[in-house]
Nanobody, 125 residues
């Protein structure tokens, strides 16, 4: 079973920053696309940012200008830099990978077949 491990989530005040990290296996890291998702108890899991193996990136509108997705291929690590955090960013954040053949960066949960366990981000006002 491929395993992704997230870290970096914590409690911060509004306006603060965090960097989330996710380490994957070589097989799934080199998959077509890797991404970050988030979920709250009230809402379905939502795509936040994705990057394919060619470096093409896609963000959900609420993340544009505040979040940055990046990858370190040598470390098999995916990052999500979170800046100007707002209370509404509070969620469990998950990293994911897809080997289902999608070429472009994808933000749909059904398009991913490998998931991490999540890291909690809590933003206070």
């Amino acid at each position: 079973q491929e395993q992704w491990v997230e870290s970096g989530g914590e409690s911060v005040q509004g306006g603060g920053s965090l960097r989330l990290s996710c380490v994957g296996s070589e097989y799934t890291y080199n998959s077509f696309c890797v991404g970050w998702f988030r979920q709250t108890p009230e809402n379905d899991r939502q795509g936040v940012a994705a990057i394919n193996r060619h470096g093409l990136i896609r963000y959900v509108d609420s993340a544009k200008g505040r979040f940055t997705i990046s990858r370190d291929n040598a470390k098999k690590t995916l990052y999500l830099q979170l800046n100007s955090l707002k209370p509404e960013d509070t969620a469990m954040y998950y990293c994911a990978a897809t080997t289902l053949g999608y070429v472009g960066p994808r933000l749909g949960t059904s398009e991913y077949n490998y998931w991490g366990q999540g890291t909690q981000v809590t933003v206070s006002s």
